[in-house]
């Protein structure tokens, strides 16, 4: 997959995330929105209702007050009674109660409201103009209880998510608000614009019109109270598949940059055999070649120039190897007890040649009062000629080794340090990766295929140690390997 199908498929997806993220706070804002109309007739049918009870409280004081209204309300009670008293009988077993089929003697007849209507509309016409004369004269702060209204309006608002206490106070037709009567810390002039507004006493045939205005705010916690699960299934849900494209991009670019350095590795790797294997051809034909003549200086020039480049061929093929046995997970490690000292003299001596061809030179400081552990002499080995071949190779000038080790009661620490180019602080945590190699800028003559380092960390994590670099670009680096005595 080339960058362009990666650039691709990455813009695809951070689309969709958009996309999705967009119409998930569309569904909750319309969500929130459809809620918020609800809350508004809710509040607007419980303040109409209060204006309802009010006219109907005083209408029934006024028929008490008047003598033809107590007698019409005595009569509705009369007849509902006897309505129940009725009923009642009917649904009581009429086997057990009633031997016989006449009905009884104390059973009520059955009479209707029609019966009496005649009669009603004659009170309700009296009181009808009885109440229209008084409306003219009614004082608004007589016809309504303050106590009374405050708790009409808790009563009808509760339950609907209002955000504290309801403020109210009633006004007249010109938004002038009419003294007493309003909630006792409410601000008048704040609530002559208020949200919801209703007419109080709306069947009266005369008086001015006076409204309720109410301030209520629907609380936040109500307006998502229903809609939480969903809110937080459809932010884990977007979490998931964000987490999962992320994941998926990054296998995606870290495939791609592992091919690109597989790429490059083929190619260094062909160059590299190819060198030595040309220079060995060369200085056999040379040899071979009887035209050619031989001192005994130029026999030993072609004899140690085939004994170094097949040497590197050999380092060549045990890099390969070492990277084939780490990708296989068959790294076996057998081991011994060893003198860590020891280990560190033999690489020492069989390095310095490498090291003085640079002008270079290797130095320890062996400080260790325990140095012997159980390790595997081989990958040990290999792990201080990788740390010592990267040191000479990645240098400008000539190479400057120390070798230094330190103990204490639970393991050895084995230090490297060296005057190379330095690795930047943003690559340190990626020289352990396998076929990672940093840019080394201008310094053209290091060849390698980014596996010492690689092998080095999968030896020290195999002996169950820990392995750290402190280096600065153009101040040489300095690896730290702690080796435990119990693996």
């Given at each position: 997959?080339?960058?362009?199908?990666?650039?691709?498929?990455?813009?695809?997806?951070?689309?969709?995330?958009?996309?999705?993220?967009?119409?998930?706070?569309?569904?909750?804002?319309?969500?929130?929105?459809?809620?918020?109309?609800?809350?508004?007739?809710?509040?607007?049918?419980?303040?109409?209702?209060?204006?309802?009870?009010?006219?109907?409280?005083?209408?029934?004081?006024?028929?008490?007050?008047?003598?033809?209204?107590?007698r019409m309300l005595a009569r509705i009670d009369s007849l509902r009674a006897a309505a129940q008293q009725r009923q009642a009988l009917l649904d009581a077993p009429a086997a057990d109660e009633l031997p016989s089929s006449d009905p009884p003697a104390d059973l009520?007849?059955?009479?209707?409201?029609?019966?009496?209507?005649?009669?009603?509309?004659?009170?309700?016409?009296?009181?009808?103009?009885?109440?229209?004369?008084?409306?003219?004269?009614?004082?608004?702060?007589?016809?309504?209880?303050?106590?009374?209204?405050?708790?009409?309006?808790?009563?009808?608002?509760?339950?609907?998510?209002?955000?504290?206490?309801?403020?109210?106070?009633?006004?007249?037709?010109?938004?002038?608000?009419?003294?007493?009567?309003?909630?006792?810390?409410?601000?008048?002039?704040?609530?002559?614009?208020?949200?919801?507004?209703?007419?109080?006493?709306?069947?009266?045939?005369?008086?001015?019109?006076?409204?309720?205005?109410?301030?209520?705010?629907?609380?936040?916690?109500?307006?998502?109270?229903?809609?939480?699960?969903?809110?937080?299934?459809?932010?884990?849900?977007?979490?998931?598949?964000?987490?999962?494209?992320?994941?998926?991009?990054?296998?995606?670019?870290?495939?791609?940059?592992?091919?690109?350095?597989?790429?490059?590795?083929?190619?260094?790797?062909?160059?590299?055999?190819?060198?030595?294997?040309?220079?060995?051809?060369?200085?056999?034909?040379?040899?071979?070649?009887?035209?050619?003549?031989?001192?005994?200086?130029?026999?030993?020039?072609?004899?140690?120039?085939?004994?170094?480049?097949?040497?590197?061929?050999?380092?060549?093929?045990?890099?390969?190897?070492?990277?084939?046995?780490?990708?296989?997970?068959?790294?076996?490690?057998?081991?011994?007890?060893?003198?860590?000292?020891?280990?560190?003299?033999?690489?020492?001596?069989?390095?310095?040649?490498?090291?003085?061809?640079?002008?270079?030179?290797?130095?320890?400081?062996?400080?260790?009062?325990?140095?012997?552990?159980?390790?595997?002499?081989?990958?040990?080995?290999?792990?201080?000629?990788?740390?010592?071949?990267?040191?000479?190779?990645?240098?400008?000038?000539?190479?400057?080794?120390?070798?230094?080790?330190?103990?204490?009661?639970?393991?050895?620490?084995?230090?490297?340090?060296?005057?190379?180019?330095?690795?930047?602080?943003?690559?340190?945590?990626?020289?352990?990766?396998?076929?990672?190699?940093?840019?080394?800028?201008?310094?053209?003559?290091?060849?390698?295929?980014?596996?010492?380092?690689?092998?080095?960390?999968?030896?020290?994590?195999?002996?169950?140690?820990?392995?750290?670099?402190?280096?600065?670009?153009?101040?040489?680096?300095?690896?730290?390997?702690?080796?435990?005595?119990?693996?």
């Amino acid at each position: 997959m080339d960058k362009r199908s990666i650039a691709v498929m990455l813009g695809a997806i951070v689309v969709a995330l958009v996309g999705l993220l967009a119409v998930q706070v569309i569904w909750t804002r319309e969500t929130i929105g459809l809620r918020e109309d609800q809350f508004v007739r809710e509040v607007a049918g419980g303040l109409l209702r209060v204006s309802e009870h009010l006219e109907r409280a005083e209408r029934m004081q006024d028929l008490r007050k008047h003598r033809k209204g107590r007698r019409m309300l005595a009569r509705i009670d009369s007849l509902r009674a006897a309505a129940q008293q009725r009923q009642a009988l009917l649904d009581a077993p009429a086997a057990d109660e009633l031997p016989s089929s006449d009905p009884p003697a104390d059973l009520p007849p059955d009479i209707t409201m029609a019966e009496e209507a005649p009669l009603y509309q004659e009170m309700i016409d009296d009181l009808a103009r009885g109440i229209f004369s008084k409306e003219l004269s009614r004082d608004i702060r007589r016809r309504i209880d303050p106590v009374a209204l405050d708790s009409m309006i808790g009563q009808e608002l509760t339950g609907l998510g209002v955000d504290g206490s309801p403020r109210w106070a009633i006004f007249n037709e010109k938004r002038e608000p009419v003294r007493g009567l309003a909630m006792p810390d409410s601000a008048t002039a704040d609530l002559r614009e208020a949200r919801f507004r209703v007419r109080l006493f709306r069947h009266d045939l005369a008086g001015l019109p006076y409204f309720l205005h109410v301030q209520a705010d629907h609380a936040r916690s109500a307006l998502l109270s229903g809609a939480w699960p969903m809110l937080i299934a459809s932010v884990l849900f977007v979490a998931i598949i964000a987490l999962a494209f992320s994941y998926t991009i990054r296998s995606v670019v870290r495939q791609k940059r592992l091919n690109d350095i597989r790429n490059d590795l083929v190619n260094n790797l062909t160059h590299e055999l190819k060198t030595p294997i040309s220079t060995i051809g060369l200085a056999c034909e040379a040899l071979a070649d009887p035209s050619i003549p031989r001192t005994e200086e130029q026999v030993r020039a072609y004899t140690a120039m085939i004994r170094d480049e097949n040497k590197r061929l050999g380092a060549l093929v045990e890099n390969v190897l070492q990277s084939a046995v780490q990708d296989s997970g068959r790294m076996v490690m057998k081991p011994v007890d060893l003198d860590v000292h020891a280990v560190i003299d033999d690489v020492v001596r069989s390095s310095a040649m490498q090291v003085s061809r640079r002008d270079g030179r290797i130095e320890t400081d062996l400080k260790a009062e325990i140095h012997r552990l159980k390790a595997d002499r081989i990958h040990l080995t290999n792990l201080l000629y990788n740390l010592i071949d990267n040191a000479v190779k990645y240098c400008e000038k000539a190479p400057r080794l120390r070798i230094a080790t330190r103990s204490d009661d639970e393991g050895i620490t084995l230090s490297v340090s060296d005057n190379g180019i330095g690795i930047p602080s943003s690559e340190q945590r990626k020289i352990f990766d396998r076929l990672y190699r940093v840019p080394t800028g201008n310094l053209h003559n290091a060849k390698g295929f980014g596996l010492g380092l690689s092998y080095v960390k999968s030896v020290v994590d195999r002996h169950g140690g820990r392995i750290r670099v402190e280096s600065a670009p153009g101040s040489g680096s300095t690896f730290h390997i702690y080796l435990p005595f119990q693996a």
